[in-house]
């Protein structure tokens, strides 16, 4: 890759996408004296409430993207689901866009996101693409018989669009239950633990990786991440080797989070992968010197990574809905370190926050 002159400082950092990720990205690129201009559809957005320029309009309004590239000298995602169209279009009027087009419309599909992790030597679970009911019994077979996991290819997210088959007379049921659309159906992974390493690669091919964290979900949603993971020096080379693959594979520019399955004979399968900062990544907030914000923001901004090394050991706890009213109690605990998104109510399961219990050093 040509080496890249780094950013300036002053200069503006374009972000696509109204959540939580855009917030605290927009935290670390203003820590390192840029501005931000945000993209957003959504109004009141936590990210777009933080940043010096804020456009809300819709991924696909021709002047807003037109704007939004006056504005920045690179443009950046928080969201994988932004058209990968929209992307495109901002290359074409000349905007400078890390991660590129091909990574997201990539990881945008679940079927396309598997074939390309297993013909760059990263291996997943084995699937079969499903187009309607009918596919789904003799996929069934050709798995080995169940239970399997059926999801919609675009756009799920914390385990919706999902639903499990363990019979071939569930095959009618399991398509509805995820909008008869175009899916994926997943071998079940017999996993022993979820894991997951965030990834970084800059813009000379430089890859840089924080230590592997264990995860624990509920509901297909994550609740918690220890990092590092137990014993994670048995297992960090070879998840690095993994992410390696990928990133290098998708020509990366940023952060991307790599989740595993890590199986009882020691294998390491990928479930999937995210072209942004990943939520399993938010403890190196606390854990590290540089986090997966900045590390991002140094990425596309063409500076040198940082060390990701970890500092302490963290427990990364998600508040998902009315959990964050816990605010008060967990504010009063030494070791609790507060990461609230500014988000208006509270549903059940949604994102309001994290908290990282910083557990001292690294063990
Ligand atoms: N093939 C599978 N076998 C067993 N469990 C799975 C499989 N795929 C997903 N899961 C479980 O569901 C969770 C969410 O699935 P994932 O594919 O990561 O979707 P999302 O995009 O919603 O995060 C995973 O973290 C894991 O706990
Ligand atoms: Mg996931």
Redesign the pocket.
């Given at each position: 890759m040509e080496p890249r002159t780094p950013l300036k400082p002053g200069s503006t950092i374009g972000i696509l996408g109204g959540g939580q990720l855009g917030r605290m990205l927009t935290m670390a690129a203003t820590q390192l004296g840029f501005d931000v201009a945000v993209l957003s559809p959504r109004d009141w957005a936590p990210d777009a409430r933080v940043a010096a320029h804020a456009i809300h309009a819709r991924y696909d309004d021709a002047a807003a993207l037109k704007r939004l590239h006056e504005l920045s000298d690179v443009i950046t995602f928080e969201f994988e689901n932004v058209p990968a169209r929209t992307l495109e279009v901002l290359a074409e009027l000349g905007a400078d866009v890390a991660p590129g087009p091909r990574a997201l419309a990539c990881t945008q599909d679940?079927v396309d996101e598997k074939r390309f992790l297993n013909d760059c030597g990263a291996p997943t679970?084995d699937f079969v693409a499903i187009h309607d009911a009918s596919d789904i019994g003799p996929a069934l077979g050709a798995l080995g018989g169940g239970p399997?996991?059926l999801?919609t290819r675009r756009e799920?997210?914390?385990?919706?669009?999902?639903a499990w088959v363990r019979d071939p007379s569930e095959a009618q049921a399991a398509f509805a239950a995820i909008g008869s659309k175009p899916a994926i159906l997943?071998?079940?992974?017999d996993?022993v633990r979820?894991l997951s390493v965030i990834a970084v690669r800059g813009r000379d091919g430089d890859v840089v990786c924080y230590p592997v964290g264990e995860?624990t979900?509920a509901d297909?949603i994550?609740r918690t991440t220890l990092a590092p993971a137990p014993g994670y020096q048995d297992v960090q080379a070879h998840a690095e080797a993994i992410a390696r693959k990928v990133v290098e594979g998708l020509d990366y520019v940023g952060v991307l989070g790599v989740?595993l399955?890590e199986l009882a004979d020691g294998r390491l399968l990928v479930?999937?992968v995210a072209p942004r900062v990943h939520n399993t990544g938010h403890w190196t907030q606390d854990g590290c010197l540089c986090d997966q914000f900045e590390q991002h923001i140094r990425a596309v901004a063409a500076w040198p990574l940082g060390p990701t090394e970890a500092r302490a050991s963290v427990r990364m706890e998600n508040l998902l809905g009315p959990e964050v009213d816990r605010w008060p109690q967990l504010a009063a605990q030494a070791n609790a370190r507060l990461h609230l998104y500014g988000k208006g109510e509270a549903r059940p399961g949604r994102k309001m926050g994290h908290v990282n219990w910083v557990l001292g050093d690294v063990r």
């Open positions: 679940r679970v399997a996991l999801k799920g997210y914390d385990g919706k669009g999902q997943e071998a079940k992974a996993f979820e995860n979900h297909g994550l989740e399955f479930n999937e």
